[in-house]
């Protein structure tokens, strides 16, 4: 499994036999969508989702409800390539296995309203990997890799380590950092240094670098 960092939440994962691409939003770079044989996309913010960038390619988009309406709305055209999926799925894309994990996004403030978000395990060649959208919702088994959210008006890197500590990948990518500056995303990497045990690695990457 080969898997390449594009920009905030954008992860483009190579199985054997095809491209998966998550969560191609607003702040990622729309040549992450070239080639792809399926997208998976967690919830409908558009740091996740971007009808322009979804439009760069024809592959099928696989997601929950709430983003099949708002494509439905905001993008018809988009919306026809849609497939819905729900929490606990299971489904072969392009060769990877993929399950849908959680149901929730994070709480930004108790007087919003929840938005739905799922995340996503896909497995491929004896390797795992598991994407949970902007949500700390564990994906109830071993993975190898972990895409961990470092940054968000959702979260705090106490919150942020003790979810990599949780999942216990031996390696994990930081993910949904640019609302931090340079700097801020530079004190996350240090704090998870400092905190993550020996047998586990935070990694960043700059947008088309490979984990």
Not at 56 to 83: G, H, K, Q, Y
Request: proline share 6%; net charge negative.
């Amino acid at each position: 499994m080969r898997i390449t960092k594009f920009g905030h939440a954008c992860v483009r994962v190579q199985g054997e036999g095809g491209v998966v691409v998550i969560d191609p939003g607003s702040f990622s770079e729309a040549e992450a969508l070239d080639g792809a044989d399926a997208v998976l996309i967690t919830h409908e913010h558009a740091d996740h989702v971007h009808p322009d960038h979804l439009r760069r390619s024809d592959a099928p988009i696989w997601t929950i409800a709430a983003v099949e309406r708002m494509l439905r709305a905001e993008a018809p055209d988009v919306a026809e390539r849609v497939r819905v999926l729900r929490p606990g799925d299971r489904l072969d894309l392009a060769g990877t296995a993929v399950e849908v994990v959680g149901e929730k996004h994070a709480v930004i403030h108790p007087d919003y309203d929840r938005f739905d978000n799922s995340g996503y395990v896909l497995e491929s060649g004896g390797s795992s990997v598991y994407h949970p959208g902007d949500a700390l919702t564990p994906p109830g088994r071993a993975v190898d890799v972990l895409l961990a959210p470092v940054s968000g008006p959702w979260l705090k890197i106490s919150e942020a380590v003790d979810f990599v500590r949780q999942v216990g990948a031996p390696t994990s990518l930081g993910i949904h950092e640019r609302v931090y500056s340079e700097i801020g995303i530079t004190m996350a990497a240090s704090h998870m240094g400092n905190l993550l045990g020996d047998d586990q690695a935070f990694e960043l990457r700059e947008p088309g670098q490979d984990l």
